[in-house]
């Protein structure tokens, strides 16, 4: 017998492209979309998939395109920001949600926001890791003397040979930069098992060679109106606090920013289950099912609503 919990792994056939997704929690359950970043999969929430189960949700977190090898078409425009939203939308499709919630880390992150932003009305609530909402991000990079280095990846990535150049001596630059962002070895080999082939890293690597023509810009994206969380650790080497503190002028609704004390970029994986409490009692307040917030295993949260 199966229990309620059970994380199974499925393809999902969405917006022509197949998709390898987890997917855990009651068919009837409201969909929560659970979208991974940049250098990793769906197994980044291998923590919040039972525990979103055992709430009530139908959770799904899919390798996206380029992750996905059903997913992977040629060209660099073919990964285009719209692009990807639509994907996601059409995911949810899938499950039949006309509303869903969306958590998002990294990259994930920021088609969480435009998707929150562009396509509201699919949203009950909006939950981010690490990505400030893109026109904070923008102007962080304007404004704080220190984002620029932190981003340093972003016009490096604009290289033809930034793929080889990440995998070179066995990845090591790529386990570097991981491993910099607080993602433990095991966790680095579950990442690489997808993006140590080159096809799919270079496909990733096509999401930051896309966004120069992509149609949703960061600097032109819209404040967001739904039930928002964004949380960040204040240890993290990508994000400065700038960026995350001014992401706040850019949500009209409800917003919380909780802020994890020592905590680097890659959250699920440094602190598997710091994340996954404050997504509980989120989601609990902002839809229709009953969530149960687990402990928070001592993790210091500085917290903001308003």
């Known amino acids: 017998m199966t229990s309620r919990t059970d994380v199974s792994t499925t393809a999902i056939e ?13 068919a009837d359950g409201e969909l929560v979309l659970l979208l991974h970043g940049f250098p990793q999969t769906r197994h980044t929430w291998r923590a919040e998939l039972p525990a979103l189960a055992a709430a009530g949700f139908r959770a799904c977190a ?30 949810a499709d899938s499950f039949g949600a006309e509303r869903f919630h969306v958590v998002g880390h990294d990259w994930g992150g920021a088609l969480a926001w435009f998707i929150a932003a562009h396509h509201a009305e699919r949203v009950y609530s909006l939950s981010v890791i690490s990505r400030p909402h893109a026109a904070a991000f923008v102007a962080a990079m304007r404004d704080d003397p220190d984002q620029p280095h932190r981003s340093r990846h972003h016009p490096a990535f604009q290289k033809p040979g930034a793929t080889d150049n990440l995998l070179a001596d066995n990845a090591a630059p790529l386990r570097r930069a991981m491993a910099h962002g607080g993602v433990p070895d095991a966790d680095i080999d579950a990442y690489l098992a997808t993006l140590g082939e080159r096809d799919a890293l270079d496909a990733a690597v096509n999401w930051y060679r896309a966004i120069g023509s992509s149609q949703y810009q960061p600097a032109e994206t819209p404040p ?3 039930p928002t969380m964004f949380v960040w650790g204040n240890q993290d080497a990508t994000v400065g606090r700038m960026a ?43 839809g229709g099912a009953t969530a149960r917030q687990p402990a928070s295993k001592g993790w210091a949260i500085l917290d903001s609503n308003q």
């Open 14 to 26: 969405a917006n022509g492209h197949r998709f390898t997704a987890d997917v855990a929690g009651p």
């Open 62 to 91: 899919p390798d996206q395109r380029g992750y996905s090898a059903g997913a992977r078409p040629e060209g660099i425009d073919s990964y285009r920001t719209e692009l990807l939203v639509a994907d996601a939308l059409a995911i």
């Open 224 to 226: 967001v109106s739904v």
């Open 244 to 286: 995350a503190e001014n992401t706040a002028g850019f949500v009209t609704g409800p917003y919380r920013f909780a802020e994890l004390g020592g905590i680097n970029h890659f959250v699920t994986d440094e602190a598997p289950g710091a994340f996954t409490g404050l997504l509980l009692a989120h989601l609990a307040e902002h």
